[in-house]
Structures are given as structure tokens and as C-alpha cells.
């Protein structure tokens, strides 16, 4: 079994408007995973992979641009990055497409409010996803803002098999 694992990320997130209503967002983390356990025989041994991981490209259009602001997003994971057969990979080396609706209000001086709703299809073995966000946020100083969010995920269709993919726990089959 696992003795120890650890997934260091650094992840270069971007938007780009393309007009005041559409913009190009990506993002790639760059990756340093590493894991030790107890092999064949009773030995101990370590496995380290590092470098980019899946690239999100996409775009984002906003619908509505009143007191409650509301976008559609679309969205293309890559996973030309990697080598998906690395010992430890970086990434589940599949193509997944997202859809998206974003709503947000501003409260004024008492921060903002957001809420998420999206369905990632996932081109191989895991099943799809329903993805979601509850966030809220304010300004304490010009400098200085808190965030507070749930981010979850549930499978859809998922039969109850939570196995890993090559040893990476980052990388299930299908979870909530």
C-alpha cells in the first residue's frame, strides 16, 4: 500500500478578452508528484514524475450584464502535455469537454455572491461529471479580499468503483 504521496501544483491560470463579452481563458499547472510504498517482495520504492499536467482551454460568454451577471462557458481539457504511460502520470491522458453556466451578483460593500453549474464529458474509462461552485467573497482593504467557496463534483453514473489510475489517487475512476 501507499506510504506517502504528494502533488505539488503551480498552476498559470489567464483570461483574455476577445470583446467585453467574450474571452479566452486557459489554464496548466506544472506538476510534481511523487509517491512511496511497499512493492513486490516487501521492498520500499519511489516513484517521482514532474511537469505540465492537462491544459483547459476555452471561452466564456457572457449572456446578461445587469444586477445578476450570467455567462456560458465551454471547455477543452488537453492531454498533450504528458507521457500518460510514465510510471506515475500526470494527468489521466484523456480529452474531457465542459459546458458551463455561471450567475453572479455583487452585494456592494458586502463582497459578491456566485454560483456555478457544469457537465464535463469525458471522452474514455471515468464516467461523466457534474461539476459545481458556491462562492463568497469580499474586499477587507484595497489590498486584501477573502474567499470563501465549496467546489465539488459528483460522477454521474458511477457504479461504485473508486480504483486509481496507475497508482495516482489524484486520478479515480469516478468519485463524489
Do not use: C, H, M, W
Not at 82 to 91: H, S, T, V, W
Not at 99 to 124: C, K, P, Q, T
Amino acid at each position: 500500500g501507499f506510504l506517502e504521496f504528494e502533488d505539488l501544483n503551480l498552476t498559470y491560470y489567464g483570461e483574455y478578452g476577445l470583446t467585453d463579452r467574450l474571452a479566452l481563458i486557459g489554464s496548466v499547472p506544472f506538476k510534481r508528484i511523487s509517491r512511496r510504498d511497499i512493492g513486490i517482495g516487501g521492498i520500499e520504492r519511489e516513484v517521482e514524475t514532474t511537469g505540465l499536467g492537462d491544459l483547459d482551454i476555452g471561452l466564456r460568454y457572457k449572456v446578461i450584464d445587469g444586477p445578476v451577471v450570467v455567462s456560458v462557458q465551454g471547455l477543452f481539457k488537453a492531454p498533450y502535455l504528458y507521457d500518460e504511460d510514465e510510471a506515475l502520470p500526470l494527468g489521466n491522458g484523456q480529452e474531457d469537454f465542459e459546458g458551463r453556466l455561471l450567475i453572479g451578483r455583487s452585494l456592494g460593500a458586502a463582497g459578491y455572491f456566485a454560483v456555478e453549474a457544469g457537465y464535463r464529458f469525458r471522452s474514455d474509462e471515468p464516467v461523466d461529471e457534474f461539476r459545481y461552485l458556491v462562492e463568497y467573497g469580499v474586499d477587507l482593504s484595497r489590498a486584501v479580499y477573502l474567499r470563501a467557496k465549496l467546489d465539488g463534483l459528483a460522477a454521474v453514473g458511477d457504479d461504485g468503483n473508486v480504483g486509481i489510475v496507475n497508482g495516482n489517487p489524484t486520478l479515480p475512476i469516478g468519485f463524489d
